[in-house]
Structures are given as structure tokens and as C-alpha cells.
């Protein structure tokens, strides 16, 4: 998988893609990260990206014309039936989910816009495949939400993970059902002892017992 990020900031992804699980996927050609100076495409040439709004307010907002640019270089270096999935920073897109990473991993190529300052000329809505947000704050800025996005995405893909089924059987992976209690020695720590039915050796128990915890019967 490609992921192809337009930011004002590259610099911030380069320490916390370098190292563990997406390092590895990185040095293993599990997964590729581009990463574009976003000034590349500006207006002026000062580098500028961002201009006053329009009927006033506070804030810059990012131009249209730049992110248009952006997207229509990136686009055209694929072959038509691998065109990417576009996709914005927003705070008032869509709330990210597990759901939404599996779906995401279906894809071959991604490009990630990464917002800042006020936000966005409302235009560039119409130049995505869609709008995400993490949750319900704000941030300084979409570069956060897109490693939450690329880090949610890659540890779905096959053979990232040592065990492709420990992407499976995990939290929200099933209707957004939180993942059932585990533990592991000592078997009595602190006068709190594990479970005894994970200590019978009853399989089917001790199944039926993690499907009760997944649901919230416990």
C-alpha cells in the first residue's frame, strides 16, 4: 500500500513512522509513505498556501487552487484502475473507526491531506473522496489524524502484524464490541487472582465465558 501525505510539516512523521510495528512495515516493503511539502504547490512565490477569508473572520483558510494542483500531480502518476482514495483532515468529517481502517485497507493507494490553520476553502470538499476526523477536539492541525489513520490502516494488512488473526479477534474489530479481559502469571497478584475458569483447561468454557466479557455480561 501507498500512502502519498500533503503537509506543511513532513518533518513531524519521520521519528513515529521510523520505529516498531509501521518501521517494520516500512523496511519489510509492506507499505510506502510519501511525504510533500505542501509549499511545493503554493501561490506565490513567498511559498504561500493559505489567504484571508472572504466576508472577514479569524484565521487563514488553505486555497483551493494549491490543494487542486496537489492532488491532479499526485493523481496522474497512477495507471487509471489504481487511482487513490483522497481523503481530508477535518474536524468535521467523518468520526474515524475501526471500520472505517478496514475499509481503508482495501485500498492500494491513499493520499492524506493534512490541514492547518483555520481549515480549508470550502471548495476543496468537492476534490476529495471524503473528510475524517479522529474525534470530537481540535487539533493545531491534520498531521496527528493522519498517522492515527495511516497507523490504524497498516496494521490491518496481511503479514504486518506476527499474527494476522491478533488484528481479528481485538477491540471494535466486531461491532464495536470492546475486546474481553485478559491476563497472564502470576495467577495471584496482589490478592487479585485470575479468573478460575481461565485456569480449567475447558476450552469451550473459557470461549463461552470471552464471548460473555466481549458483550458486557461480566
Known sequence: M????ITLFPEMFKSPFANSIIGRAIKNKKIKINLYQMRQWAWNSYGAVDDKPYGGGVGMLIRV???DRA???LDSRFRENDKPRIILTSARGKKFTQADARRLSKEKNIII???HYEGFDERISKL??????IGDYVLTGGELPAMVIIDCVTRLLPGILGKDKSSQEESFSE???IEYSQYTRPAE???VKVPEI???GDPQKIKEWQEKQKNGWW
Not at 501507498?2 to 501525505?5: E, G, K, M, S
Not at 476529495?128 to 476526523?133: F, H, L, T
Request: some cysteine; overall charge negative; charged content about 25%.
Open 2 to 5: 501507498h500512502f502519498d501525505i
Open 65 to 67: 487552487d494549491v490543494i
Open 71 to 73: 492532488i491532479k500531480e
Open 113 to 115: 491531506i493534512c490541514g
Open 128 to 133: 476529495v473522496d471524503e473528510e475524517i476526523s
Open 175 to 177: 461491532n464495536g464490541l
Open 189 to 191: 497478584y496482589g490478592g
Open 198 to 200: 481461565l485456569l480449567s
